[in-house]
């Protein structure tokens, strides 16, 4: 895999979660591309392998493993295979996340007519506790969990970095997805405090906030059936002054950048906006 600069990661070990979605197992080519042994998280044990093997037919090293990134016993099980096959984990990717449909409004704007509760219309007032407690938790805790159990082995070691995945609802929330947005926000702020916590142990901890990129959980959200995109994809790319998507690549120079130690070594707490100039544009 060919990124954008090259920095030197032979001896380091790589954990990365989530890492058979697009975006995160970008983040695991990549990382191997430049000399880490990685070890590719994922809930489905069927992608992680995927992966992995992709990263080892290109001649890197890799491993895929099965991990519940709500489930401390599946991370603590993770960290055995990871630790004894591939050694300690020096960077850390908390890729892990996702919204989920019960915890997302069908509307932008309540209207008075709505509170009849109109069938298929899901209000503010509808939504499903327990899907914005999924939502929140996949995003958050999924984040806080894996940083428990891994960074252990990260304590003193030169070069050790967790990098976040946060989002730009952490900025501005967008209409319909409170919960992932509200998740969001609670990376980026857990970003900035794991930061201050870990400094005096030597691990930095920063976070990427991706703007718009077309995958497979918003796939249906952003495209029609016949490939054209939907309103909401066009609302987007109206409000995103290089009027289109980003390409899961145009992630890897950040990541590289927040986890090479001697271009941002002393980078920390920050959230670095990937957004193609969304965040800068008023509307107007």
């Not at 890729?95 to 704007?109: E, F, I, L, Q, V």
């Not at 003193?156 to 947005?181: C, D, E, H, Q, W």
């Not at 120079?253 to 002393?266: I, K």
Request: with cysteine.
């Amino acid at each position: 895999m060919k990124t954008p600069f090259n920095i030197d990661l032979k001896g380091k070990v790589a954990v990365v979660t989530g890492g058979g979605g697009i975006l995160c197992s970008g983040f695991a080519k990549a990382l191997a591309a430049n000399g880490a042994k990685v070890a590719v998280l994922d809930l489905r044990k069927e992608s992680a392998d995927k992966v992995a093997r992709e990263i080892t037919d290109e001649g890197g090293e890799a491993i895929g493993v099965e991990c519940n990134v709500l489930d401390i016993e599946s991370l603590k099980a993770a960290r055995e295979v990871v630790n004894s096959k591939l050694g300690p984990c020096d960077i850390l990717v908390n890729g892990a996340g996702g919204n989920h449909p019960k915890g997302t409004t069908s509307k932008d704007y309540l209207f008075m007519e709505d509170l009849d509760n109109k069938e298929g219309v899901v209000t503010f007032f509808d939504l499903d506790p327990k899907g914005i407690e999924f939502v929140f938790n996949l995003n958050f805790i999924g984040t806080l969990l894996p940083s428990q159990v891994f960074s252990r082995d990260m304590i003193g070691r030169k070069g050790a970095v967790i990098i976040n995945i946060s989002s730009m609802n952490a900025f501005r929330p967008l209409t319909r997805i409170p919960a992932y947005s509200g998740a969001k926000a609670a990376v980026s702020n857990f970003t900035q405090w794991l930061a201050v916590h870990m400094a005096k142990v030597g691990i930095r901890v920063n976070a990427i906030a991706p703007g718009f990129f077309l995958t497979e959980q918003n796939r249906t959200l952003l495209t029609n059936p016949d490939g054209s995109y939907t309103e909401r994809a066009n609302k987007i790319l109206n409000h995103t002054p290089m009027g289109r998507f980003g390409e899961a690549e145009e992630l890897i120079g950040t990541l590289l950048y927040l986890v090479d130690e001697g271009a941002s070594g002393f980078v920390n707490g920050v959230v670095i906006p990937v957004d193609g100039g969304f965040a800068a544009y008023s509307g107007v």
